[in-house]
């Protein structure tokens, strides 16, 4: 198999260009922050950069002035960054509020059919009710996981791994092994059935991590490693020329989208050697969406379970995004990381 080739030191230049460029942005206590402020949070565990610690410490300490806000599902994605700076700090108050969140999770949170979390954005239960998103798998699943692995929280880890099967059993496509963006439980369909890039890469990259935190001799453990397997065997096989993904991985028609492919990547880089070939093309493809100020570029917005195929192609890729700041420099790190372990 083909050694990954890049050079480390361009790798590092783009996550400083990256960082600086998220650090000029603005965010609220939601999900866009959350998914940004965790790529800084890998970029400063990647390089031990302290600058990176600071700026997002800097953001939290601002924000918790007035306390946590009102909570959703999305927001939740916050949590990841209070579990980075409670372990760079030990200060307390971030592992409390960490807490806060992951009791709002387990206890409050609304859910359908045994305890999969619906979809919430906002604080607002009634827009997509009784709805799983696979985006829930990074926001809340995750979380859960980490908290619950860091505490030795039996309680938390275990409503993580519900998610996870959960948005499996929902989600995961039987013939194709594709994730499907949303699952209605109420009308008992996928709504548009849309095989969405970047929800395949929250699949991919949580389960991808979960096998990190999950023992081996859990029975979970090879529930969500089969999921993962079946699911990247499928994904390498629609790997543009490019070494990105189209925003409908199934639709060569529909534009290439770099945050998907970017945590589509990432999850690739977890397996070994085995995926080098695809993964150094994606070096190459998502290292070009780097704009000179550290923007990446050809991110898709905000993105609901739209209507159908069309809804998803016209969604708009021309601004930058915190999620696409935020998974660009978790696959970026990665490589870092694995490069120091060879």
Do not use: C
């Amino acid at each position: 198999m083909a050694q990954l080739i890049f050079d480390e030191e361009k790798v590092k230049e783009a996550i400083e260009l990256v960082v600086d460029r998220t650090s000029k942005m603005d965010f609220s206590w939601d999900w866009p922050g959350g998914v940004a402020f965790y790529g800084v949070a890998e970029a400063y565990e990647a390089t031990g950069e302290k600058r990176y610690l600071q700026f997002i410490k800097d953001w939290v300490d601002e924000e918790l002035e007035d306390g946590l806000p009102k909570l959703t599902v999305n927001a939740s994605s916050i949590g990841h960054t209070l579990i980075t700076l409670y372990k760079a700090t030990d200060e307390e108050k971030y592992l409390e509020y960490a807490i806060q969140m992951a009791d709002f999770l387990l206890n409050d949170a609304e859910r359908f059919a045994d305890g999969v979390l619906q979809h919430t954005v906002n604080g607002d239960k009634s827009v997509f009710p009784e709805q799983a998103w696979v985006d829930t798998m990074f926001m809340a699943g995750y979380f859960l996981l980490r908290i619950g692995n860091m505490l030795d929280r039996k309680d938390y880890f275990d409503f993580g791994l519900k998610q996870y099967h959960g948005h499996e059993q929902f989600l995961q496509d039987d013939l194709t092994n594709l994730y499907y963006h949303g699952w209605d439980n109420i009308t008992q369909n996928h709504m548009s059935g849309i095989f969405w890039a970047r929800g395949n890469s929250w699949a991919a990259y949580t389960m991808a991590k979960a096998l990190e935190l999950v023992r081996v001799q859990h029975p979970s453990f090879m529930i969500i490693q089969g999921s993962l397997r079946d699911q990247l065997s499928a994904l390498v096989r629609l790997q543009d020329d490019s070494g990105l993904w189209h925003t409908i991985v199934t639709d060569s028609e529909s534009y290439l989208e770099t945050s998907g492919s970017a945590g589509i990547a990432a999850a690739l880089l977890t397996r070994g050697k085995l995926y080098n070939k695809y993964v150094q093309k994606s070096v190459e493809g998502i290292m070009k969406q780097v704009k000179a100020d550290g923007s990446i570029m050809n991110v898709s917005a905000g993105t609901a379970v739209m209507d159908d195929a069309e809804g998803y192609k016209g969604v708009p890729y021309k601004r930058v995004q915190g999620w696409g700041q935020g998974l660009v420099l978790a696959f970026l790190s990665s490589l870092l990381k694995i490069h120091s372990k060879h």
